[in-house]
């Protein structure tokens, strides 16, 4: 519908269009593999304290080569290009994205995160979700691929 120029009430937003928009804003932040690995990897820390954006990066490392919580030194060098790539694209791309949005604390001059409430509320989504994700192709079971779809809560 075109917006009539002597309706006031045609230039406003329809109902619900705040809603579908942080709807997307979250899956746009959760579209992104590394954003839920540093998400989990704060969640499961003790306390509030920063963390240095260097230990959530390794979390990450082990994320994508399929390990949990073994010591990223038991993996030899053979990840220390990827490590690289990864602590560089969330230092300059995911890590920033999740402050902007209020999911993480993010001090550049310390190069530490923490997450903040928001954040915690979507990395509890992806623990009780078990990040899995039903497929429309599929017959309605959890596919169990790694993705996620999360309730809007930014």
Do not use: Y
Request: hydrophobic content about 40%; charged content about 30%.
């Amino acid at each position: 519908m075109l917006p009539v120029i002597s309706d006031p009430e045609s230039l406003s937003t329809p109902a619900g269009a705040d809603d579908a928009a942080t709807t997307d804003a979250v899956f746009d932040l959760l579209s992104d593999w590394r954003r839920r690995a540093v998400l989990r990897s704060l969640d499961g820390r003790k306390g509030t304290d920063p963390v240095p954006l260097s230990d959530v990066a390794d979390h990450v490392v082990l994320a994508a080569d399929g390990q949990d919580t073994s010591a990223l030194a038991a993996t030899g060098d053979a990840l220390l290009g990827t490590r690289k790539r990864i602590h560089i694209s969330l230092r300059h791309t995911h890590v920033p994205k999740l402050a902007d949005a209020g999911a993480l604390e993010f001090d550049p001059e310390t190069n530490t995160v923490a997450l903040c409430e928001t954040g915690e509320k979507l990395a509890a989504q992806l623990r009780d979700e078990g990040d899995k994700r039903v497929d429309a192709d599929d017959d309605g079971e959890p596919d169990g691929d790694g993705d996620f779809v999360p309730e809007a809560t930014v």
